[in-house]
């Protein structure tokens, strides 16, 4: 299974168009079906041009709801395959960002679409923001970080997956050692530009030429009303063209295709009215977008809920991220012998342990050892896993708003799912997700080596559970 990050900055007022759903989440949710998927709102992006505090909170709960509803209203409200965070609940962003900065040519920042164009659009060179202009070296780091493979772009940026690649490929020739991936975009030709409802600029809330999906019915169908058909069409008996038509091209991805062909004959032989077509098209939204539409008034009803998804999106980045940040650290040489335990999560400390040649271990301190979430869980249902000698399959009530599936591979030690079902016991809740025999793991039990001798030393004696009886449920361990 390969990997992909996208994110969609909160610009705007925050909601989604079409021109969003196709150009974009459209292939999101296509994409994770076979994919793993990192989808972050990018809003330390926005920190470019919005300045207004109430404006970006605002646009950022918009825009979590919006693209949350049309994810779990296409996907059956679930969210597989897919870690749905915000680029900000992730701090080694800005770090990774930092250290790419040294490796960067400036000339290579200088050539980037964002910095040109405003440049000879807008401003002086010394009026342009530093972040706007390092915007590249974001970007890279937010998709390095994740060791991403490939990653679904518009044409137009192209252009950053290309400078990503760059950065990436001098900071492993810098160094010596292939700490990231090259990725690749991912540009579906048919959807690669989106344009808006005029049929002369791709779609834009600022140009006012988009079709919108959350607004109220009324103004979607004044939007597609309004939609660019055939100018030289006076009246419905002319012969019409559908080349250029956006109201068609809006239908071949929202339409039936057997409707769609009958009205491009009737249309082009004079027999059907452009109003008739834009119905068509209205009702297609409406049918299409339904379920996004009622989860959209769920989620807004629930910001609960909506916490609870970026929590777990944010715990599962930061797992990967801090991986990635390991090795980075490791290589360019920031963790060393002298490094501060206090001075970053992802500094490794040797120990005197490593002096007696034995079995190292990191130090953590007490903010790292925060950070690991343990609660109480009851297991309300056990398994062998099917296809497995070594797994059972426990399906944990940690006090959240759904079980989780956590698998344990102790059969080998004689435990049976007899042994866990109807029992409460500690859980590790904040680890990276693991695909184990084509299901993903959401945790892990915790338990003590069944002898005491030191750690990394013990051998297959039967490990021991810690037993959780008598505490609540979901309490975490302080």
């Known amino acids: ?76 409200g679930e969210l597989p395959n897919i870690t749905f965070f915000r680029q900000s609940d992730v701090p080694a962003h800005t770090e990774l960002q ?56 518009g044409k137009d ?16 020739k810098t160094f010596c050692k292939k700490i990231f991936k090259l990725p690749e975009p991912y540009i579906p030709e048919e959807v690669s530009v989106i344009m808006g409802t005029d049929g002369k600029r791709k779609m834009s809330k600022s140009l006012g030429n988009i079709i919108s999906i959350f607004e109220p019915e009324e103004v979607i169908r004044k939007q597609v009303m309004e939609t660019y058909t055939d100018p030289a069409r006076i009246h419905a008996t002319d012969l019409g063209h559908i080349a250029g038509n956006m109201v068609f ?20 032989k004079g027999q059907v009215a452009d109003v008739e077509v834009k119905n068509y ?13 009622e989860k959209y008034h769920a989620l807004a009803n629930n910001p609960e809920a909506v916490r609870e998804i970026l929590q777990e999106g944010a715990r599962k980045a930061n797992a990967v991220a801090s991986r990635t940040m390991v090795e ?26 490593q002096n007696q040649g034995l079995t190292p271990v990191t130090p953590v301190t007490l903010a790292e050892f925060a950070r ?23 399906v944990v009530d940690v006090g959240e708003t759904k079980p989780r599936i956590i698998f344990t591979g102790v059969r080998g030690f004689g435990y049976t799912p007899e042994d866990f079902a109807g029992k409460q016991f500690l859980f590790i809740t904040n680890l990276a997700p693991r695909k184990m025999m084509g299901e993903e793991s959401q945790g892990m039990i915790l338990a003590v080596d069944g002898n005491e001798r030191p750690r990394g030393e013990h051998d297959a004696k039967k490990p021991v559970f810690i037993t959780a009886e008598g505490m609540p449920l ?3 361990v302080r």
């Open 328 to 353: 980075a650290r490791r290589t360019i040489g920031l963790s060393n012998a002298y490094s501060c335990p206090s001075g970053s999560s992802y500094t490794p400390v040797p120990s005197e342990r």
């Open 157 to 172: 940026q192209k252009q950053h997956i290309e400078i990503t690649r760059d950065i990436a490929g001098r900071f492993n």
């Open 98 to 153: 930092s250290i790419l900065n040294n490796v960067t040519p400036l000339g290579l920042v200088k050539r980037a679409h964002a910095y040109k164009d405003k440049l000879e659009k807008e401003s002086a060179e010394e009026d342009i923001n530093l972040g706007l202009f390092n915007y590249p070296v974001l970007m890279a780091a937010d998709i390095l970080l994740y060791q991403t493979d490939f990653v679904p772009v």
């Open 281 to 293: 098209l209205y009702a297609s939204l409406l049918k299409t977008f339904a379920p996004a539409r």
């Open 1 to 76: 299974m390969k990997r992909f990050l996208s994110g969609i900055t909160p610009s705007g007022d925050g909601s989604l168009h079409i021109g969003n759903y196709l150009g974009a989440v459209r292939q999101f949710i296509s994409l994770s079906r076979d994919n793993e998927a990192f989808l972050m709102i990018a809003d330390l992006h926005a920190l470019t041009t919005i300045r207004d505090k109430k404006r970006l909170e605002h646009n950022v709960e918009e825009l979590v709801r919006n693209e949350l509803a049309l994810l779990m209203g296409t996907l059956g």
């Open 474 to 476: 979901g309490a975490k």
């Open 249 to 268: 091209r809006y239908l071949e991805f929202f339409g039936t295709k057997q409707k769609v062909d009958e009205l491009k004959e009737a249309y082009k």
């Open 372 to 394: 690991m979430e343990i609660r109480v869980g009851k297991v309300i249902e056990a398994s062998n896993k099917e296809g497995s000698e070594k797994l059972i399959r426990l």
